[in-house]
Nanobody, 121 residues
Framework: QVQLVESGGGLVQAGGSLRLSCAAS????????MGWYRQAPGKQRELVATIGSGGNTNYADSVKGRFTISRDNAKNTVYLQMNSLKPEDTAVYYC???????????????WGQGTQVTVSS
């Protein structure tokens, strides 16, 4: 199995920055896309950003120009640099990885436990 552990959340004032990290460990044969999602109270989980194994990225319109996703394939780690934070960015942020645990070509979605990001106005 694959475990994802997030870190870097916290409380920040509007306009501030935070950097989230997510490290994957366990029986990892290969990781395809990695990404960040978030869920605010009373709302559905939504995509924030994804990054492919080759580095291609995709962002939600609401974070374009403010957030940057990156990854270190050697460390099986994905990062989310969040700048110019707004109160509406407040949510639990979840890490996601599409991974294989063996040579069998079966991909599985794995999720982290989530990390709270709170932006005060």
């Amino acid at each position: 199995q694959v475990q994802l552990v997030e870190s870097g959340g916290g409380l920040v004032q509007a306009g501030g920055s935070l950097r989230l990290s997510c490290a994957a460990s366990g029986t990892i044969f290969s990781i395809n896309a990695m990404g960040w999602y978030r869920q605010a109270p009373g709302k559905q989980r939504e995509l924030v950003a994804t990054i492919g194994s080759g580095g291609n990225t995709n962002y939600a319109d609401s974070v374009k120009g403010r957030f940057t996703i990156s990854r270190d394939n050697a460390k099986n780690t994905v990062y989310l640099q969040m700048n110019s934070l707004k109160p509406e960015d407040t949510a639990v942020y979840y890490c996601n990885a599409d991974a294989r645990t063996s040579w069998v070509p079966r991909w599985t979605d794995y999720w982290g436990q989530g990390t709270q990001v709170t932006v005060s106005s």
